[in-house]
T-cell receptor, first 115, second 115 residues
């Protein structure tokens, strides 16, 4: 069974600084998708970034980028120039390919941003 | 971007009554939708996978007679909590998969309080 591990329950970052959120996963599949979702206090889940496992290039979305290490099964999220609005719970998620495949979420990490 | 609408956002009901929650994909057709339950400060727990035109697939431990799911069209899935009890009080989140983009979008959630 696939598992997603987010070992840090909480992190804090100074505004304008950079923070990295770690995530590891376990799978026997060779092709799959990885995601980072953000859940702010409103509790609306927002897709931050996604990565296809067959792509070697790390995904980037503005201030958000990932470090995808397939062999190590690691998928960390880097937030640059942190803003107060980045404060939220962040979930790493894995999904195999396939029409009815399901997302497997990590436990999440609460990120706070210090002004 | 793609939007998933979930209604109502908040519902308070008496014990023994039934509550229906609607989930609509506004910008795309979703053959597959998902229903999650989330407890405070915890990750999302998948309850069931809803496929248009067929019966939902429930996760282990989820009572299908308690949580009725209907996915009658490509843009609408409903979750009915039947004979609700205080222990059913929780935050319920729906999600719809845009198969063209291979991305899963989430509704804003429904906070159910059973008195």
């Amino acid at each position: 069974a696939q598992t997603v591990t987010q070992s840090q329950p909480e992190m804090s970052v100074q505004e304008a600084e950079t923070v990295t959120l770690s995530c590891t996963y376990d799978t026997s599949e060779s092709d799959y998708y990885l995601f980072w979702y953000k859940q702010p206090p409103s509790r609306q889940m927002i897709l931050v970034i996604r990565q296809e496992a067959y792509k070697q290039q790390n995904a980037t979305e503005n201030r958000f980028s990932v470090n995808f290490q397939k062999a190590a099964k690691s998928f960390s999220l880097k937030i640059s120039d942190s803003q107060l609005g980045d404060a939220a719970m962040y979930f790493c998620a894995y999904r195999p390919t396939g029409a009815n495949s399901k997302l497997t979420f990590g436990k999440g990490i609460t990120l706070s941003v210090r002004p | 971007g793609a939007v998933v609408s979930q209604h109502p956002s908040r519902v308070i009901c008496k014990s023994g009554t039934s509550v229906k929650i609607e989930c609509r994909s506004l910008d795309f057709q979703a053959t597959t939708m998902f229903w999650y339950r989330q407890f405070p400060k915890q990750s999302l727990m998948l309850m069931a996978t809803s496929n248009e035109g067929s019966k939902a697939t429930y996760e282990q431990g989820v009572e299908k007679d308690k949580f009725l799911i209907n996915h009658a069209s490509l843009t609408l899935s409903t979750l009915t909590v039947t004979s609700a009890h205080p222990e059913d009080s929780s935050f319920y989140i729906c999600s719809a998969r845009d198969t063209d983009k291979n991305i899963q979008y989430f509704g804003a959630g429904t906070r159910l309080s059973v008195l």
